[in-house]
Nanobody
Framework: VQLQASGGGLVQAGGSLRLSCAASGVTFSVYAMGWFRQAPGKEREFVAAISWGGSSTYYADSVKGRFTISRTNARNTLYLQMNSLKPEDTAVYYC?????????????????WGQGTQVTVSS
């Protein structure tokens, strides 16, 4: 199973980025998917999750209303649209897959992880 995250970069505060996560070697549609992030010196934290069919989504309070998670099962791809970015959103963002129907806030519910993509928001 491989998860390849992309789309990170440097953006000014208030700007937008769209992250993608391409999955291979897995039946993508039977996995709930999540985005997590890790800032320097901090623990990895939950950002957003989506159920295997895409009907249910979950967000951390810190990103609710600014970020949108979505998926296209036909393309084995997960997305995270990030708007109104803040300097505190700066982190390495990881996508993850868990063999469950619903999304989860917890790292231990995810079996597979991508390599991460850096997001840097300047003030």
């Amino acid at each position: 199973v491989q998860l390849q995250a992309s789309g990170g970069g440097l953006v000014q505060a208030g700007g937008s980025l769209r992250l993608s996560c391409a999955a291979s070697g897995v039946t993508f549609s039977v996995y709930a998917m999540g985005w997590f992030r890790q800032a320097p010196g901090k623990e990895r934290e939950f950002v957003a999750a989506i159920s295997w069919g895409g009907s249910s989504t979950y967000y951390a309070d810190s990103v609710k209303g600014r970020f949108t998670i979505s998926r296209t099962n036909a393309r084995n791809t997960l997305y995270l649209q990030m708007n109104s970015l803040k300097p505190e959103d700066t982190a390495v963002y990881y996508c993850a897959a868990g063999r469950r129907s619903s999304g989860s806030y917890y790292l231990q519910d995810y079996s597979y992880w991508g390599q991460g993509t850096q997001v840097t928001v300047s003030s």
